[in-house]
């Protein structure tokens, strides 16, 4: 079936050092995605999502892009601190009928983020 | 405090007997999911409802159960035809369409 795969399995950067995590996706019908940070023995944590009609969209320290045309999907995360350090996962779906709620995840991205 | 309440945290249990792991939450979110977690492994997803006494098979629902009477419970069964129930059990739920899922703390099961 259609997957959403990640490049880099683990990324390591210093505190107050930029991070991009990368995401690749097959279903060009995808009109949703969502980035989720994951700590250790907890559940996803929503962090920000875009809809196909967009191609940027900002948070507080964090910024998604998306590329439709190479199906590519970056987060990216400013001034990056210690309590950033968790796994990460992007995630995709339709919006249409049943496929509403289906989300494919990514493998995931390990980010350690180093004092 | 909203969000998704789930119970046990930790479950242990022997092979070839079922087990039930709970799912509440106080959201008012029509559609609630269950997602299973290998090691380094993402999210898969085993059943959703989108709707109070419906439900439907995610990609990897062979083996499992759900029912989902009330709007704010999705339990859901491990029974003993799953080959490898071992496994980290996350349920989540969702509001309006295009809205993102909300995850619970998850439920670790081993079964041995």
């Known amino acids: 079936g259609e997957s959403v795969g990640l490049h880099l399995p683990t990324l390591s950067v210093q505190e107050g050092d930029n991070s991009i995590i990368n995401c690749a996706y097959s279903?060009?019908?995808?009109?949703?995605f969502i980035w989720y940070k994951q700590e250790s023995g907890k559940g996803p944590q929503f962090i920000i999502d875009i809809r196909s009609n967009m191609d940027k969209r900002q948070g507080q320290r964090v910024t998604v892009l998306l590329n439709k045309t190479v199906k590519h999907l970056s987060l990216q995360i400013a001034a990056t601190q210690p309590g950033d350090s968790a796994v990460y996962f992007c995630?995709?779906?339709?919006?249409?009928?049943?496929?509403?709620?289906?989300?494919?995840f990514g493998q995931g991205t390990i980010l350690t983020v180093h004092p | 405090d909203g969000g998704i309440t789930q119970s046990p945290k930790y479950l242990f249990r022997k092979e070839g007997q079922n087990v039930t792991l709970s799912c509440e939450q106080n959201?008012?979110?029509?559609?609630m999911y269950w997602y299973r977690q290998d090691p380094g492994q993402g999210l898969r997803l085993i059943y959703y409802s989108q709707i109070v006494n419906d439900f439907q098979k995610g990609d990897i629902a062979e083996g499992y159960s759900v029912s989902r009477e009330k709007k704010e419970s999705f339990p859901l069964t491990v029974t003993s035809a799953q080959k490898n129930p071992t496994a980290f059990y996350l349920c989540?739920?969702?509001?309006?369409?295009?809205?993102?899922?909300?995850f619970g703390n998850g439920t670790r099961l081993t079964v041995t």
């Open positions: 279903n060009s019908a995808s009109d949703y």
């Open positions: 989540a739920s969702s509001g309006a369409v295009g809205s993102p899922l909300h």
């Open positions: 959201l008012n979110h029509d559609a």
């Open positions: 995630a995709e779906t339709g919006l249409g009928g049943t496929s509403y709620g289906k989300l494919t």
